[in-house]
C-alpha cells in the first residue's frame, strides 16, 4: 500500500532559532494525535541536525531541500547526500522548480543526485511539473513525462520503488493558483499510467504520488479526496503550525 504523506517545504525561510520553534511546535501538537499520514518537515542544512535532535523522528521525518550532486570533495559551498544522511534526515526534496529555474538544474545533474540520495539511503522527494507556457501549449504531459524518464527512468525497479513523487504545476507554486481537484487528478493519473508502463502495476501502485502548489487548510481535503493524489508538499502554509497541521489533518 503506497503511504499518504504531507511534507512542508520551508524553502529558504527560518532562522535556526525560528526553525526549531517551528518542529518543536508541531512536533507538540502532533503527539498524542493519530493521523492518517505520515508528515516531514524540509528545512534549510544548516537546521537539519538541531531539528532531527529537538523532535521525534518517528512522528515527524526530516528532509534537505537539495543535495550536491558530487560524492564529496573540492566543492566549496556544497553539502552532500552523506552529509545530509550523517544528521539523521531521512529524506531529500530534489528537483524543485525553483531549484531547476533559478539553479540550472538539469534532468542530468538531478539524475545524479537521486543516484547519491539513493546510494546514502535517503528517500528523494522528487518533483515534476510544468510551466504556464507548456500547459497552455497543451505540452503539460509531455513536459511530465520527459521530466520522469530524463532522471528517473534509468531506475533499476527496486531503486525507483524507493522515490516520491511531487507533481507541482510551476504555474501554481507560490502564485494562490491551484490546480483544480480534477486536473490534479488528471495528471496524477497520468503520470501513474507512466509508471505502469515503465515499471509495473504494482510499483506504480505503491508510489506516493504528492501534489503541490498553493495547497491550504482550505483546498486540502479536496485534493487529497482524489483517488490518485496521495498527499501534498506544501510550501508557504508549511510555516506555521497554525496553517500546517489542517493540511496534516485533512486526510
Ligand atoms: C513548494 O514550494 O513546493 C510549494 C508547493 O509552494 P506553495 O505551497 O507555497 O505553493
Redesign the pocket.
Known amino acids: 500500500m503506497r503511504k499518504k504523506i504531507v511534507a512542508g517545504?520551508w524553502?529558504m525561510n527560518k532562522s535556526l532559532q525560528e526553525g526549531l520553534e517551528l518542529a518543536k511546535g508541531l512536533d507538540k501538537a502532533l503527539k498524542g494525535k493519530a493521523v492518517n499520514c505520515d508528515v516531514i518537515i524540509g528545512t534549510p542544512f544548516i537546521h537539519l541536525a538541531s531539528v532531527v535532535e529537538a523532535i521525534d523522528t518517528n512522528r515527524i521525518g526530516v528532509a534537505a531541500q537539495n543535495c550536491a550532486d558530487k560524492e564529496s570533495g573540492a566543492y566549496t559551498g556544497e553539502v552532500s547526500a552523506s552529509m545530509v544522511a550523517s544528521t539523521g534526515a531521512k529524506y531529500v526534496i530534489l528537483g524543485?522548480s525553483e531549484r531547476r529555474a533559478y539553479y540550472g538544474e538539469t534532468p542530468e545533474i538531478l539524475k545524479e543526485k537521486v543516484k547519491l540520495a539513493l546510494a546514502n539511503g535517503l528517500t528523494p522527494i522528487f518533483?515534476i511539473g510544468e510551466v504556464l507556457e507548456e500547459r497552455e501549449a497543451n505540452k503539460h504531459f509531455d513536459v511530465v513525462k520527459a521530466q520522469l524518464k530524463a532522471s528517473l527512468f534509468e531506475l533499476s525497479a527496486e531503486d525507483f520503488a524507493k522515490i516520491v513523487l511531487a507533481y507541482?504545476p510551476v504555474w501554481?507554486?507560490?502564485?494562490g493558483k491551484t490546480a483544480t481537484p480534477a486536473q490534479a487528478q488528471e495528471m496524477h493519473a497520468f503520470i501513474r499510467e507512466t509508471l505502469i508502463a515503465k515499471y509495473g502495476k504494482e510499483i506504480a501502485d505503491d508510489t506516493s504520488i504528492l501534489y503541490?502548489?498553493?495547497?491550504n487548510a482550505g483546498n486540502a481535503k479536496e485534493l487529497f479526496s482524489n483517488v490518485d493524489v496521495d498527499g501534498g508538499?506544501?510550501?508557504?502554509?508549511s510555516l506555521g503550525v497554525d496553517k500546517f497541521l489542517p493540511i496534516v489533518e485533512a486526510f
Do not use: M, Q, R
Open positions: 517545504n524553502k524543485h518533483c507541482e501554481a507554486i507560490g502564485t503541490g502548489g498553493s495547497v508538499l506544501i510550501g508557504g502554509a
